[in-house]
């Protein structure tokens, strides 16, 4: 299983390239960006600056791009990077595609549809499609053959959604999705669909909040529980949250010693995560600690 890192710029979009930097050094295998700053446009500044590791987007929210803009910004960021990029993508969250921006909330259509036109032209066809939501009529991406596609990864928190993922991407990205959840529903229902649709085993990155700590684990996820209650507020996260029997998003997170955290990560790869996101919690110690640890199994392995 290879372990990947959550960054994302603060208040700077340049904020974000000394800490991939400092995570290919440090040796994890991918970097992760999204936040207030464009996601593809923080990897495109750390591409020059990088070698090896991966650079992933968790995720482009499709909404906001059409598939023709999306496939030309990632086939650049993929010739900046020499073919060392992921795109993830997500259609984010009703109260924001149709409460805010005014779209109508049909997730799985829009994603379906939005696969049908995203991958083809990330391969250099000339695509032609009639749907509900795009109509193409032959149209080719000003980069489509020049750079090879890079894999396309969906977050998907619910059934449909993974079985979209199987058949019609490389993968998927699921965050909060707590081990029982994983097991029960999340890797089996990709998996299938991806064998029924005669695809290769997909990609499954999974990642919830990391803190090893000394602490009681009961005090810190108590503690951390604030900063990560809005995601309970949000359905589809609620869903899998309840699926998993987690009252709290707390509740998911990886919490414990230095060894409990190692064993926890055995665990993930045991179920079939190929990808470990990981991202930081607890104190700023506490949190350097986590990220030490990280690395550490990142180069090494448990």
């Not at 000394?18 to 050094?25: G, L, T, V």
């Not at 997730?107 to 250099?124: F, K, Q």
């Not at 409990?260 to 607890?282: N, Q």
Request: net charge negative; proline share 7%; hydrophobic share 45%.
């Amino acid at each position: 299983m290879r372990i990947g890192l959550q960054v994302a710029a603060s208040s700077d979009p340049h904020d974000v390239v000394p800490r991939i930097e400092q995570a290919e050094a440090d040796g994890f295998s991918t970097v992760w960006t999204a936040g207030r700053f464009d996601a593809l446009t923080q990897l495109a500044l750390a591409a020059s600056r990088t070698e090896q590791i991966e650079l992933g987007t968790a995720v482009v929210v499709t909404y906001q791009r059409h598939p023709t803009a999306l496939a030309q910004q990632a086939l650049t960021v993929q010739a900046a990077c020499a073919g060392r990029h992921v795109l993830g993508l997500g259609v984010g969250h009703r109260f924001s595609v149709e409460g805010m921006q005014g779209f109508p909330w049909r997730p799985i259509r829009h994603m379906r549809e939005y696969l049908g036109c995203l991958v083809p032209l990330l391969a250099g066809e000339a695509v032609t499609f009639g749907g509900d939501e795009f109509s193409l009529t032959g149209y080719r991406s000003p980069l489509g053959g020049a750079v090879e596609a890079p894999p396309v990864l969906i977050a998907a928190l619910g059934p449909q959604m993974l079985r979209l993922a199987g058949q019609a991407a490389d993968g998927t990205i699921i965050f909060l999705a707590g081990p029982r959840y994983l097991r029960e529903v999340a890797v089996p229902t990709i998996v299938e669909a991806a064998a029924s649709a005669g695809r290769p085993a997909p990609r499954i990155v999974a990642g919830v909040p990391v803190c090893a700590t000394k602490r009681d684990p009961a005090i810190v996820r108590d503690a951390i529980a604030p900063s990560l209650a809005g995601y309970e507020l949000r359905p589809s996260y609620r869903r899998i949250l309840d699926l998993d029997r987690s009252p709290r998003t707390a509740d998911v997170a990886m919490v414990g010693s230095a060894d409990a955290v190692r064993e926890a990560l055995t665990a993930y790869a045991a179920l079939g995560v190929t990808d470990f996101l990981a991202s930081t919690a607890g104190e700023p110690d506490e949190q350097q600690k986590t990220y030490e640890l990280l690395a550490e199994v990142a180069r090494f392995g448990n």
